[in-house]
C-alpha cells in the first residue's frame, strides 16, 4: 500500500475545494449477519480511496488550509483487552505514523470534537444518504452549533454532494490502481478456467462456485467482488442468479459471471459454456453471435468514443444476427427502433469498474453520453437469454442464456483486455475443457490500438 498515492488523492479533493470548507468520510459500519456473527468488513470506498485506512469506526475530516493539519482522523483506540480477541488496532499513534493522518482522535471523542472543526466553516462537503446513521449524527452537531449563534459562532450554510468530486477522481484510474485491477482480473480469469477444466455433467452448480472461491482464497482474494453467478440450463437465463443450487445437466449451457476483489477492485468476468463440454448447433449459433456483439461493443472502446458506442455496436449485432436466425422478423431499421433485440437482451452493455462492481461516476454530462478518456475502466458485457416456453421461438433456442464479459482498460490509442487469460472462442473452450495444453491453443489478445476517432 503507498500512502503516498493516498495523500495525492487527499491533496487533489483539497485543491478542488476551498479554504472556508470541510470534507467529512465515514467509513462503513459492520454489519450483523445474525446474532453474534458479522459479516466480512469491507471499509466504504470512498472512505479508503481517499485514506487507505481499514478499520471500521472511523471518520476522516479534511480541512483545506487548516493551520494544524488539514488531515484528521477518528479512530478507535488501543485496547489490549479488545486486541486479545479480535487483533491488533492502529489506534491514534498507528494513524499518524503508518497511515499518515496529521492529527487522530479516539473515536469516542467525535460528539465533543467534530462540532468545532465545522465552527465558522461555509461548507461542508458530505455525501447524504450512504450511511443514513451518521446523516443523523451530522444534522445533530449542526443543529448543536446552530443553537450557539448568539456566542458568535458561525454555523456552515452549505452542504455540498461530496461524492461528486469523489466519484470523479475514481472514474480515472492510477498506475496504483490498475496493478491491482489487473491483479483481481488475473486471478478471477484463472478462476474461470478452473471451472471450466472441472465442469462435468452431475456436478452442482455450487461445486463450480467452489472452484472459483478456491482459486480467489489461494491467491488471496479473500472475497469475491459481488456474490457469484453459477446458472446452469434455464438458471443462466435470470440475470441475477445466486441460489447456485442445481444440479447441471448434460447438454445445457452453464453461465457464471464471478469476480475476485483485490485491495478494494473489483474484476467482474462472465463465462458461458457447455456443462459436457462441446456446444451443441443451436447453442454454438447464439453463442457466436453473443461473441460477434462483444467483439463489436470492444471495439468501440477507444478515447474520444462515448459510452454508448459499445452499447449501440452490441446492439446492430444482435438486431441483424437474431433476424438471420429467425429469431427476429422484419426490416433491421424497424427492428432497432422498436429495441426488439430487447425481448432476448434486457440489460446495457456495461458498466464502469473500479472499487466497486458498478462503479462510481457520470455515465452523461448533461444530456451527452460521457467520452471515453484513457485510464477509465468499463465491463463490456453483452447477452442472449431464451427461458423455456418462450412464445413464439422454436424449441431448439429453449433454456439457453449466454453472457460473455470482459474488464476493459480505455488506453491512450486504444484499450487494453484486462481480463483476456480466459478463453471465448467455442474452439478455445472446447480444447480447454477437453484438456489440450495451453501451449496448443491460440494466445489471447489483449491489446488493440483499434482506430482513434474524433470525440463526438
Ligand atoms: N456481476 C454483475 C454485473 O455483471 O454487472
Ligand atoms: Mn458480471
Ligand atoms: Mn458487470
Redesign the pocket.
Known amino acids: 500500500m503507498s500512502v503516498q498515492e493516498f495523500k495525492r488523492r487527499r491533496r487533489r479533493l483539497m485543491d478542488a475545494m476551498d479554504e472556508h470548507s470541510v470534507a467529512i468520510l465515514p467509513t462503513a459500519p459492520v454489519y450483523i449477519r445474525n446474532r453474534d456473527v458479522e459479516y466480512p468488513y469491507r471499509p466504504d470506498s470512498d472512505f479508503f480511496y481517499l485514506t487507505g485506512f481499514p478499520e471500521p469506526e472511523a471518520v476522516a475530516v479534511l480541512i483545506p488550509g487548516r493551520e494544524h493539519g488539514e488531515y484528521i482522523l477518528f479512530s478507535r483506540e488501543n485496547d489490549p483487552k479488545m486486541e486479545t480477541w479480535n487483533g491488533p488496532r492502529a489506534g491514534q499513534e498507528g494513524a499518524v505514523s503508518e497511515y499518515h493522518a496529521d492529527d487522530c482522535f479516539p473515536i469516542d471523542d467525535i460528539d465533543d470534537i467534530l462540532p468545532g472543526l465545522l465552527e465558522n466553516k461555509s461548507r461542508v462537503f458530505y455525501t447524504m444518504g450512504a450511511h443514513p446513521d451518521f446523516d443523523q449524527r451530522l444534522i445533530g452537531w449542526v443543529n448543536r452549533l446552530r443553537k450557539q449563534s448568539r456566542a458568535g459562532i458561525h454555523t456552515p450554510g452549505e452542504f455540498v454532494a461530496l461524492d461528486h468530486l469523489v466519484h470523479d477522481m475514481r472514474l480515472y484510474k492510477s498506475s496504483f490502481e490498475l496493478r491491482a485491477m489487473r491483479r483481481a482480473a488475473k486471478i478471477s480469469a484463472e478462476a474461470h478456467c478452473r471451472a471450466m477444466q472441472h465442469c462435468k455433467p452431475g456436478m452442482m452448480e455450487y461445486q463450480l462456485e467452489a472452484e472459483l472461491l478456491h482459486t480467489f482464497m489461494y491467491h488471496g482474494a479473500r472475497s469475491p467482488a459481488?456474490a457469484s453467478i453459477v446458472g446452469s440450463g434455464v438458471n443462466g437465463c435470470i440475470l441475477h442468479y445466486v441460489e447456485n443450487s442445481a444440479k447441471m445437466k448434460d447438454g445445457d449451457l452453464v453461465l457464471i459471471?464471478a469476480g475476485a476483489e483485490i485491495d478494494c477492485y473489483a474484476a467482474?468476468i462472465?463465462r458461458t459454456f457447455p456443462v459436457n463440454g462441446r456446444f451443441s448447433k443451436a447453442q454454438k449459433a447464439l453463442y457466436e453471435l453473443v461473441l460477434a456483439a462483444q467483439y463489436a461493443a470492444i471495439e468501440q472502446v477507444q478515447p474520444g468514443n462515448h459510452w454508448n458506442d459499445p452499447h449501440e455496436a452490441a446492439v446492430k449485432v444482435f438486431t441483424q444476427g437474431l433476424k438471420d436466425l429467425g429469431l427476429l422478423k422484419g426490416s433491421l431499421q424497424t427492428l432497432l427502433k422498436k429495441q426488439a433485440y430487447r425481448r432476448f437482451y434486457m440489460h446495457r452493455t456495461g458498466?464502469w469498474l473500479g472499487m466497486d462492481?458498478?462503479d462510481v461516476g457520470d455515465y452523461k454530462i448533461d444530456t451527452e453520453w460521457r467520452v471515453l478518456e484513457p485510464g477509465m475502466t468499463l465491463?463490456v458485457?453483452p447477452g442472449l437469454y431464451i427461458p423455456a416456453e418462450s412464445k413464439g421461438v422454436a424449441k431448439k433456442w429453449w433454456n439457453i442464456g449466454i453472457r460473455i464479459?470482459d474488464d476493459v482498460l480505455v488506453t491512450r490509442d486504444g484499450h487494453e483486455i484486462l481480463s483476456a487469460g480466459v478463453p471465448k472462442t467455442v474452439d478455445e473452450i472446447e480444447a480447454l475443457m477437453a484438456g489440450v495444453k495451453p501451449s496448443r491453443r491460440a494466445k489471447p489478445k489483449t491489446k488493440s490500438a483499434g482506430t482513434r476517432k474524433a470525440t463526438k
Open positions: 459481488y459471471d467482474d462472465s458498466h462492481v458498478h465491463t458485457e464479459e
